[in-house]
Each structure stands twice: as structure tokens, then as C-alpha cells.
């Protein structure tokens, strides 16, 4: 007879306790709703946000869209070899035209010493001629006068 009452009680304890975990889940459920309810609304922030993200993705097309966004360091270093070349063959336009310009001012430094020192030689052979004429001329006059003593009169 233990037999047949613990059956017949099985069955209840088994809904009882069906009972108290669906009640369980209900109030779980419940919870969970009361909850949600009580959560702050997020909606306004994240339009905010949704708003700044809107104008940050503009501006950051239009930047992307800039010629320097679409630079590498390969070109880069491509513009920056170019102009290099550029200057340093500038520079040496510059530096030949100042070659040629110093080249014809030695030349003509050298002109000039060379017309001064012709001019100096000059000046000393004339004055050796002027001597040797004054010699000669003297020369002559004695000579004359040598000639006039012993010429009868």
C-alpha cells in the first residue's frame, strides 16, 4: 500500500514542481519586461551619434578625394628626385654662365697686365732711344766743332 500511495503522489509532486519552475520562468520573464521598461531610451544618442558619423563620412570623402590623399611615398620620392634634378641642373646653368663670365673677366685682367707691361717696355725702349740720341746728338755737336776748328775760316 506504500507502493500505491508514493505513486499516486508522484504525479503531483512532478506537476508542483513543473509548477514552481514555470512560475520561476514567468517571474524571469517578467523581470526581464520590467526591466526593458526601466533601461534609459538610447534612441536620441544614437541619432546624435548617427549624425556625427553622417558628417564625419563627408568630410572624410572629401578629403579622400584631396590629390595629396592619392600620394604614396614612392611618388613622393618620384616629385622630390624630379625637382632635385631640376634644381641642381638650374644650378648648373648657373654655375657654367658664371665660368664663362669669370673666364672673360681673367681674360681681359690678363689683357690689361699684358697692355701695361707692352706699355712699360715701350716706355723703356723709347727712353733708351732718347738717350742714345742725346748721346749721338752730342756726339755730332762735338764733332762739328772739331770739324769747324780745323776747317780754315
Keep these: 500500500m506504500d507502493n500505491d500511495a508514493s505513486l499516486n503522489n508522484e504525479p503531483g509532486q512532478a506537476f508542483e514542481a513543473l509548477r514552481a519552475e514555470v512560475s520561476l520562468l514567468r517571474r524571469g520573464v ?4 520590467a526591466e526593458r521598461h526601466s533601461a534609459p531610451d538610447y534612441g536620441p544618442t544614437l541619432e546624435q551619434m548617427n549624425a556625427y558619423l553622417k558628417e564625419f563620412a563627408g568630410w572624410a570623402r572629401k578629403v579622400n578625394g584631396q590629390p595629396a590623399m592619392q600620394l604614396t611615398p614612392e611618388l613622393l620620392e618620384r616629385g622630390i628626385a624630379r625637382v632635385a634634378a631640376d634644381a641642381r641642373k638650374r644650378d648648373r646653368e648657373i654655375i657654367e654662365h658664371a665660368d664663362a663670365r669669370m673666364g672673360k673677366a681673367i681674360a681681359r ?7 701695361a707691361a707692352e706699355a712699360s717696355e715701350q716706355a723703356r725702349a723709347i727712353g733708351i732711344a ?5 748721346l749721338a746728338g752730342m756726339l755730332m755737336i762735338l764733332a762739328f766743332q772739331e770739324l769747324a776748328a780745323v776747317l780754315p775760316t
Design 30 to 33: 517578467e523581470g526581464l519586461t
Design 109 to 115: 685682367v690678363e689683357h690689361i697686365v699684358e697692355s
Design 130 to 134: 732718347c738717350g742714345i740720341a742725346l
